[in-house]
């Protein structure tokens, strides 16, 4: 004990272990080595640790000038009336960190959440709760224990004043403010206090000496190790009691603790959780019916007539197709594409259209319950009147440190820092050409992997067709089929890799900009992200989508990219199958990837921090040791969260039509992920500074955004990609057999070209059978029509059918989403009036109070206190009722 106080005054000097007048016990009345370390608390058992620090005492040659901003830091922040005790470097587990602990006493707490406008309890909630519901004894076996999920009884609250304390209800000081209001509290003075003044700037911060290496880690801690409760029984062990009911994957069926997650990580972390539960919960609606669509297509599998027909020997097997390829392509069969028509019909058949405007209804549905379940949340957490504007509008430190001028702010009439105008276009010219610069990159390394289709289209069908191991399969595994598996899975790899290097390039030109605010910050890395992914994610699949096989030609005159490689064309049963390969290959993929990242990593990284001290007793193994060799949850760890969803939601609304199965995989990955994030966040991370949110912010705008999107594509999809309405089409006005109407469809569908006017760039090397025609999938006149090879009234009538479709389609799903919108109001009714009920009954007790020391102040004669205050107070609390 000695020797560490000895060293901490070499270090940081005697205040470094200052407890600011507390008493402590003296060196002879503990004996650390007998003392479990596995502690909350200081050296006195009695005061909790609010918040830690750690550094690293290396000799190099700025270790004086981080010696003395640290003492200057340290001292600085026990004349805010913070208490600090120091840990010597001998007592760490590798002999080389220092840890200083901090300690918020009941005045700093009291000052500053009169600044930060916390709301406390004043009075027990005496509103009825909600009628029950009859389906609790169904839903009982999701439920948790009361005592998780409401920790705490539910009061009425007000914002803290120190004038009002009796007001409150302030049972016990030591617990009074939660862990993380108090950790949120000191993250405030930490991230203001300043700490020198160095090139002539003053310089304040713990973020700053976090950068420059001063302090190596700043963290609050977790109450006791997630496996087991903590052996104090003045801790709660919150942590232990999140992993046991929420944080393992054995639980995934049952609800969250969403006021238990708020109460431990705040408000932020805990909106982010209630999100994610209710969009999981809203997806098995959408994965029920996308299953019932897909069963749908597989029970009447063997009554399409499109695929009985190209399966047929004698109709499918007698058409002879042209040429995929130049040259080295051969003749084929219609009828070797047999599989793959059967199984395109799983996707593309009449529930497909139903499922599209279904999935456009949902998002709606999503999106206003959801704006429903945000402001119940709001109630329930004391949000009601938060703004968030007044924690996110203050201005950053890297913009106060970075912007040398100064003018005077029009509303609080003091100096503050600015960028001019000058530097704030050249810097946003310079962002935008480098987000510029990137989605074209994404789009070249598009237009590469549809070269590599279009360059190795060729060599498969070569393959397929010399190689004998591979006949047994070549009915399932088409050259079309093979190539789309290959470029989907090229086109994912360099997805990733551009996304490794763009997060990094995003967040490097965010910085640039110098955003003024932390709100201005998030929002502009936000859109950067969103838009860069966008595009690295769903531009493969708008290409399948909506350019693969609309732009071919016809044999004799195909198109080619570059005037080299011929464009693509279509399976005969349509490109829907390729669109939903593709976005099975994607979705599915990022899905793994981004668990395996989530999970795994964290795990490997604290398993070889924490190697070494597997070997040691656990209690020389600290508390603050402990939760310093764990992953940190960065300020955009929230960030990647909702990114990852937010594509993932894009994926099961945009292209949904083509993959009714997209909302089951979501489902499935979202009951993963929820517990994947809680465990990771609860086990594997230290434990983050509690923030407010009152929403999921611009998030929500994003969706909407998408929501809209959708309908759009999805619109599309049905009618450019899928063969619904080429097939409707013909049905109503071409078919001529009125027993079965779709029969003679693959025939109408397909049009002749005389093999003698192929061009010797077009014609195949070898026609050993002598074909003299050859089919394509086009509506166009035969060689012997005089409008030879020009489209037919048909095509047109298609056309304008699609057309039409999209127009209804749209108006339709764009109608009932508005109604939809406009039927389901914003704030539940119920809440509605709690929210006035609280506001009455909490200006009432303000008011009483106000009354009682008034009526205090004339029995004790204060002059001060006249008849007239004394009415008009009164006169308020009765204006107050009446409202």
């Not at 059978?769 to 090879?789: A, G, L, Q, T």
Request: hydrophobic letters at 40%; proline letters at 5%; aromatic letters at 14%.
């Amino acid at each position: 004990m000695g020797l560490q106080h000895r060293k901490g005054e070499e270090c940081n000097g005697p205040e470094t272990i200052s407890t600011a007048g507390s008493e402590i016990p003296s060196s002879s009345e503990i004996d650390k080595r007998h003392q479990s370390k596995d502690s909350i608390f200081f050296r006195d058992g009695v005061r909790r640790i609010d918040f830690v620090l750690s550094y690293v005492d290396d000799l190099n040659k700025e270790w004086e000038k981080k010696l003395e901003r640290r003492k200057e830091f340290e001292s600085n922040l026990q004349k805010a009336g913070l208490e600090l005790e120091t840990e010597d470097k001998k007592e760490s587990e590798d002999g080389k960190i220092f840890f200083v602990k901090i300690h918020a006493p009941w005045e700093v707490l009291i000052t500053y959440a009169e600044v930060l406008n916390i709301k406390v309890p004043i009075r027990e909630n005496d509103i009825p709760s909600t009628v029950e519901n009859p389906l609790d004894c169904v839903l009982f076996p999701l439920r948790l224990p009361e005592k998780v999920m409401h920790p705490e009884p539910d009061y009425f609250t007000a914002p803290f004043s120190k004038d009002k304390q009796e007001l409150y209800l302030i049972n016990d000081e030591s617990t009074f403010f939660s862990p993380s209001m108090r950790n949120r509290i000191v993250n405030y003075i930490l991230t203001r206090c300043p700490y020198g003044t160095e090139e002539g700037k003053k310089k304040f911060g713990i973020k700053r000496l976090l950068n420059n290496g001063t302090y190596t880690a700043a963290y609050p801690l977790h109450d006791c190790q997630y496996w087991k409760k903590a052996s104090d029984p003045n801790c709660d062990s919150e942590r232990y009691t999140l992993y046991m009911e929420w944080a393992r994957f054995l639980r995934f069926y049952k609800e969250q603790p969403l006021d238990l997650i708020r109460k431990y990580y705040g408000e932020k972390i805990g909106i982010y959780f209630a999100w994610l539960g209710f969009y999981t919960e809203m997806l098995f609606l959408a994965a029920v019916v996308g299953l019932i669509c897909f069963l749908y297509g597989l029970f009447t599998m063997d009554e399409n007539m499109s695929s009985k027909e190209i399966c047929d020997p004698s109709i499918g097997g007698e058409i002879i197709m042209c040429p995929l390829c130049d040259r080295d392509c051969e003749y084929w069969r219609l009828n070797t594409t047999c599989e793959s028509s059967q199984y395109s019909h799983l996707f593309d058949n009449v529930a497909t259209l139903f499922f599209a405007i279904f999935m456009g209804i949902w998002v709606t549905l999503f999106l206003e319950f959801w704006k429903r379940r945000q402001a119940r949340l709001k109630y329930e957490w004391d949000l009601v009147d938060f703004e968030e504007e007044q924690q996110q509008l203050q201005l950053r430190p890297e913009y106060e440190a970075k912007c040398t001028q100064k003018k005077r702010n029009p509303v609080t009439q003091e100096m503050e820092p600015y960028l001019p105008l000058t530097s704030q276009a050249v810097r946003f010219c310079v962002s935008g050409a480098t987000v510029l610069f990137w989605v074209s990159l994404i789009i070249a390394s598009m237009i590469a992997v549809i070269v590599y289709r279009l360059a190795v289209y060729a060599a498969f069908a070569s393959l397929m067709e010399n190689t004998q191991t591979l006949q047994p399969i070549s009915g399932l595994l088409t050259p079309q089929l093979a190539t789309s598996v290959t470029a989907s899975c090229l086109n994912f790899v360099i997805i990733m890799i551009l996304n490794f290097f763009y997060e990094r390039i995003a967040i490097w030109i965010t910085d640039m900009e110098i955003p003024r605010t932390h709100m201005e910050y998030e929002n502009r890395l936000t859109m950067k992200m969103f838009l860069f992914q966008f595009v690295n994610y769903y531009s493969s699949c708008f290409y399948v989508a909506f350019f693969k096989g609309k732009f071919v030609g016809y044999p004799g005159a195909y198109t080619y990219m570059f005037n080299r490689w011929r464009n693509e064309e279509c399976d005969p049963a349509g490109c829907l199958i390729e669109l939903t390969t593709q976005l099975t290959i994607v979705m599915a993929g990022k899905q793994i990837w981004g668990n395996i990242q989530e999970a795994i990593v964290p795990w490997i990284c604290n398993w070889w921090g924490r190697r070494k001290a597997r070997n040691n007793p656990e209690n020389l193994y600290s508390r603050w040791e402990q939760d310093h060799d764990l992953q940190i949850f960065g300020a955009l760890g929230l960030f990647y969260e909702y990114l990852e969803m937010v594509i993932q939601f894009g994926f099961i609304t945009l292209f949904v039509a083509s993959f009714p199965l997209a909302p089951l995989l979501a489902l499935m990955n979202n009951i993963l992920e929820i517990r994947v994030d809680s465990w990771k966040l609860t086990t594997q991370y230290r434990r983050p500074v509690a923030a407010k949110a009152h929403s999921i912010g611009v998030w929500q705008e994003i969706l909407n955004g998408m929501a809209i999107l959708s309908v759009v594509t999805n619109a599309f999809i049905v009618a450019f990609t899928s063969d619904m309405i080429p097939r409707l089409v013909y049905y109503y006005a071409y078919s001529e057999n009125e027993d079965s109407p779709m029969s003679g469809y693959i025939n109408n569908s397909l049009s002749v070209f005389q093999i003698s006017d192929f061009p010797e760039r077009n014609e195949p090397k070898e026609n050993p059978e002598n074909f003299v025609i050859c089919r394509y999938r086009d509506y166009r006149y035969p060689p012997d029509h005089e409008k030879k090879y020009l489209h037919t009234m048909q095509f047109w009538h298609i056309l304008a059918a699609k057309l039409a479709f999209i127009i209804i389609m749209e108006h339709v799903v764009f109608i009932v989403k508005f109604f939809v919108a406009w039927m389901i109001p914003d704030v539940p009714a119920d809440v509605k009036a709690k929210i006035k009920r609280e506001k009455y009954l909490t200006q009432k007790i303000l008011h009483e109070y106000e009354l009682e020391k008034l009526k205090e102040r004339l029995c004790q004669g204060d002059k001060g206190a006249t008849e007239k205050e004394f009415i008009a107070t009164e006169g308020r609390m009765e204006l107050s009722r009446a409202m």
